[in-house]
């Protein structure tokens, strides 16, 4: 098992930065491929980015050079930072962890709005 916490959501304005984190505690952290997905109002969730075990990286064409997926194996923690940020980024955020064979986890999510 795995458990995800999702932080770092919040209201920012268009154009300005955040920072999102998933601590993951319970299992092999360094082993799993970690993502973040989002769901705006209305839409179906789908993928922002991800990072596999060995780090590599791969982004949704909407984010691709404005927001930058990383992990700490050492804290269990993967970040997402979100610069550049536009309304339409305005979503629940979830955090995943996926191991084939082993585990598909989620986190409870964290909402980010991005507004004036």
């Known amino acids: 098992q795995v458990q995800l916490v999702e932080s770092g959501g919040g209201l920012v304005q268009p154009g300005g930065s955040l920072r999102l984190s998933c601590a993951a505690s319970?299992?092999?952290?360094?082993?799993?491929?970690m993502g973040w997905y989002r769901r705006a109002p209305g839409k179906q969730r789908g993928l922002v980015a991800v990072?596999?075990?060995?780090?590599?990286?791969n982004y949704a064409d909407s984010v691709k050079g404005r927001f930058t997926i990383s992990r700490d194996n050492a804290k269990n923690t993967v970040y997402l930072q979100m610069t550049s940020l536009k309304p339409e980024d305005t979503a629940a955020y979830y955090c995943?962890?996926?191991?084939?064979?082993?585990?598909?986890?989620w986190g409870q999510g964290t909402q980010v709005t991005v507004s004036s």
């Open positions: 990072i596999t075990s060995g780090g590599m990286t």
């Open positions: 995943n962890a996926f191991q084939k064979g082993i585990g598909d986890y």
């Open positions: 319970g299992s092999t952290f360094s082993a799993y491929a």
